[in-house]
Nanobody
Framework: QVQLLESGGGLVQPGGSLRLSCAAS????????MGWYRQAPGKQRELVAT??????NYAGSVKGRFTISRDNAKNTVYLQMNSLKPEDTAVYYC????????????WGQGTQVTVSS
C-alpha cells in the first residue's frame, strides 16, 4: 500500500517557476516508477513526467522546461517547473506503480497550479 501527498502548488505568473513535491509512504519507494500527471478543466488527465531507475520520460509540451527528480532516501519525488505558461494550469497529481508511459494504481489527491498574470 502506498500513500502519496503532494505539495507546492499555487499561483504563478507566466514565465515563473514552481516546484512540486510528493512524499510517499510505504516501503520499496526506489523500486516504484513515479510520475506526475495533470488534468486541466474539461480535459483528460495526461502524463507530464515519469521516473524509473534512472530513466525519465516527459510530455513533449514540457520537455526542456520541467524536470522530474527523486530522493529515494526521503521517499520523495519532485517536479521542477520553469518557464511556466498559462496552458500549464491544471491540477497536478503524483502517481506510483506504473511504467514510464502509463500510470499506476496509486494516486495523490492533487495540487492546483495556476499560471496567470
Amino acid at each position: 500500500q502506498v500513500q502519496l501527498l503532494e505539495s507546492g502548488g499555487g499561483l504563478v505568473q507566466p514565465g515563473g517557476s514552481l516546484r512540486l513535491s510528493c512524499a510517499a509512504s510505504g516501503s520499496s519507494f526506489s523500486m516504484y516508477t513515479m510520475g506526475w500527471y495533470r488534468q486541466a478543466p474539461g480535459k483528460q488527465r495526461e502524463l507530464v513526467a515519469t521516473s524509473s531507475r534512472g530513466n525519465t520520460n516527459y510530455a513533449g509540451s514540457v520537455k526542456g522546461r520541467f524536470t522530474i527528480s527523486r530522493d529515494n532516501a526521503k521517499n520523495t519525488v519532485y517536479l521542477q517547473m520553469n518557464s511556466l505558461k498559462p496552458e500549464d494550469t491544471a491540477v497536478y497529481y503524483c502517481n506510483a506503480g506504473g511504467t514510464l508511459y502509463s500510470a499506476g494504481f496509486y494516486w495523490g489527491q492533487g495540487t492546483q497550479v495556476t499560471v496567470s498574470s
